[in-house]
């Protein structure tokens, strides 16, 4: 059985790089991103949903410039992709911020995975908080703990990994010698992981060091670490590779 995992490039956010990471500097551009994970016989997931199209142009929270082309959007990606999105029929977020649960009126028959105490922080913040209003859009939620089996069949593994936010959740997906983990926010980049990259505000300093050290250790056994705002490491994914037979290349429309 193979579950395949396409990356698709939902929107760019520009910022000063020291929101990323303390010890970068000069503005960095990096790729929001979700994936579309197919099941052979279970349906379709998604993981996390990119920017919104109301984002394209805007600047958000005074440092986070935002990008979203025509056709670029959760949406567009899929149909171009020939899935439906009123058909899929799992959502999975990552944490609630707005570059990764935002858009989830994108999908707008899944059923949202999030993690319980993410769900109930995001739903005490402001009723305008992209966050906020993407959870109170009538999707049914499942809520979710340290780990929950996506689809029934153990090929698909919703892990907790909090400290970025208090119930951020990354998902690993089974192939022969390891797994392939979409990391989400607690890791950001390829140079995160050696040596260990400090984000400049986690909500749990403590908590996000032991999950990056948690993931830095899964990297060493083999696993396949994405991590969550690396272009350069997306677009080098090759199809077909024998690291990660399960990727497929970045999905870009033809025009970009
Ligand atoms: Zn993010």
């Not at 579309?36 to 990119?50: K, M, Q, S």
């Not at 025509?70 to 992709?81: F, T, V, Y």
């Not at 009126?105 to 105490?117: E, G």
């Amino acid at each position: 059985m193979t579950i395949r995992i396409h990356p698709l490039h939902c929107g760019d956010i520009t910022a000063p790089a020291e929101v990323f990471q303390v010890d970068l500097s000069g503005p960095r551009t990096v790729p929001v991103m979700a994936f579309l994970i197919e099941h052979p016989t279970r349906g379709h997931a998604v993981f996390d949903t990119g920017l919104r199209p109301d984002m394209d142009g805007r600047t958000l929270f005074g440092d986070y410039a935002c990008s979203l082309p025509a056709g670029h959007d959760l949406a567009s990606r899929l149909q171009a992709m020939d899935v439906d999105p009123a058909k899929v029929g799992r959502l999975v977020a990552s944490h609630s911020h707005f570059d990764h649960l935002a858009a989830a009126d994108l999908l707008p028959n899944a059923d949202l995975y999030i993690q319980a105490a993410e769900c109930a922080q995001a739903l005490e913040d402001h009723p305008k908080s992209w966050g906020r209003r993407a959870l109170e859009l009538g999707h049914r939620r499942v809520l979710t703990g340290a780990s929950h089996d996506l689809f029934g069949d153990g090929s698909c593994e919703l892990f907790a990994t909090p400290g970025h936010t208090c119930g951020h959740q990354s998902l690993r997906v089974k192939r022969a010698g390891g797994h392939d983990v979409l990391a989400g926010d607690a890791c950001y980049f390829c140079e995160t992981l050696e040596p260990l990259g400090v984000q400049p505000h986690p909500q749990d300093r403590e908590v996000y060091l032991a999950t990056l050290t948690r993931l830095r250790g899964m990297a060493r056994d083999g696993d396949f670490i994405v991590p969550g705002h690396d272009l350069g490491f997306m677009a080098s994914i090759p199809a077909q590779s024998a690291l990660t037979p399960t990727f497929s290349p970045v999905s870009r429309p033809p025009n970009g």
